[in-house]
């Protein structure tokens, strides 16, 4: 009897029927404790999926993100698949609307489009364009804390887009990973990484000048950016020289990045797929 149960319910799963959907995001992470759902605790993945519980009623579904935030990390374009069973949606304009209405202020969806069951958003993940937004030299307007780090410290921002081009190209970035391992994947490469001005994120009560630092790559480590941006600040201070990145970055290194630039001024940019 109870293979029969079994047999049934297994063949109960393959005749349902799961449709797929790739939806876009954005949102602002200065109150969110990152992606991931936690116990007791406000993430932007529980944010989402409280609303879909919400607009779905009691259709079934399961969504998966493309990657994780850290805590207080904004994103202007982020990934998640919306898996549903039996159901499709029947008006993505509408379903669109309908699920802005009901998310929190702090999160907009850009977008959905159907996919299919080959399509994973893990694996698919063609690119991640990362933004860490800074200013240096003053205390500035508290308006802009969520998402621009303000640096005291007088900074030599020539030398930090110096440093800054060392990481680009195929680098061993244990130095560069939270608590690393000797298990873990460390050789990555960066197609991208540069200093410049700042003139895509714009406020009235935003300093007269910011600068960003653009990183693109397939992925990353645990806290990669942030480490490669407390380097960057230390370089500027003048608390370690080029040559420190220079080796930081070889297979045989044994340096440790004792300084993790703050979270707020990291932005998830722009994810692209295959």
Not at 107 to 128: G, H, M, P, T, Y
Not at 211 to 239: C, N, S, T
Request: charge should be neutral; include cysteine.
């Amino acid at each position: 009897m109870f293979c029969n149960s079994l047999q049934n319910f297994e063949l109960v799963k393959m005749l349902q029927k799961q449709f797929y959907y790739l939806v876009k995001v954005q949102f602002l992470g200065y109150r969110f404790h990152g992606w991931q759902k936690q116990p007791n605790t406000k993430t932007v993945h529980l944010m989402i999926d409280r609303t879909l519980n919400y607009i779905l009623r009691d259709q079934s579904f399961k969504t998966l993100g493309a990657g994780r935030t850290d805590a207080m990390v904004s994103a202007n374009e982020a990934a998640f698949e919306l898996f549903l069973n039996l159901k499709p949606i029947d008006n993505i304009p509408e379903f669109l609307n309908i699920f802005n209405q009901n998310l929190p202020q702090d999160i907009r969806a850009l977008s959905i489009q159907e996919v299919d069951a080959k399509f994973n958003i893990i694996k698919d993940s063609k690119l991640k364009e990362y933004h860490y937004v800074f200013a240096y030299g003053n205390k500035f307007h508290p308006f802009s804390a969520p998402i621009l780090t303000t640096i005291l410290d007088p900074l030599d921002i020539n030398i930090m887009k110096l440093g800054a081009q060392l990481f680009e190209g195929e680098n061993n970035f244990k130095t560069y990973c939270y608590k690393p391992t000797d298990e873990g994947l460390y050789q990555r490469e960066l197609f991208q990484c540069e200093l410049v001005e700042n003139t895509l994120y714009t406020a009235s009560f935003f300093p007269k000048q910011s600068f960003i630092l653009k990183v693109i790559g397939k992925g990353f480590g645990r806290h990669q950016i942030r480490l490669m941006m407390g380097a960057l600040i230390k370089l500027g201070r003048g608390e370690i020289d080029m040559d420190y990145i220079k080796n930081s970055l070889k297979p045989d290194t044994e340096y440790i990045m004792d300084y993790i630039a703050p979270a707020s001024g990291l932005i998830l940019h722009k994810i692209e797929f295959n």
